[in-house]
């Protein structure tokens, strides 16, 4: 596990070149904020979160992967997840922000994400 990144994987990389393609600039991982977002748009009160599909338990098949070994300790860090990531996005809204979930797998759709991203940024 210690050699998993949090910061700067290959799926937080291609949304932010795609974000700074769009002309929006943006600071990573603000550490005063809940979650300590990937990207934070501070002038449009946006954020989005890249997430893995499996560390985040998303409902695709990444994401319903179960590990035989241990599967106790991983349903349990997994869903942990999944929780901090639910009251965080709850702390961030009540704050006034607008928070995008990217996943992993949606980035292997460009075509999609780009159509997602700037739908979030024209909306809300």
């Not at 992967?65 to 241990?70: G, W, Y």
């Not at 349903?75 to 901090?84: C, H, I, P, V």
């Not at 009540?94 to 990217?102: E, F, H, N, Q, T």
Request: aromatic share 10%.
């Amino acid at each position: 596990m210690s050699r998993i990144r949090g910061k700067d994987t290959k799926p937080e990389m291609v949304v932010r070149s795609m974000v700074h393609q769009m002309g929006y600039r943006y600071r990573l991982h603000d550490k005063k904020l809940p979650g300590k977002p990937d990207l934070v748009l501070k002038r449009h009160k946006k954020i989005i979160f890249v997430h893995g599909c499996f560390w985040h338990v998303h409902n695709c098949k990444y994401g319903r992967v179960k590990p035989k070994t241990n599967a106790e300790f991983w349903e349990k860090k997994r869903t942990g997840n999944r929780e901090r990531d639910k009251v965080n996005i709850k702390k961030l809204k009540k704050d006034g922000w607008s928070v995008l979930a990217v996943w992993e797998c949606q980035i292997k759709r460009e075509g999609y994400l780009e159509k997602k991203l700037r739908q979030f940024f024209v909306n809300s």
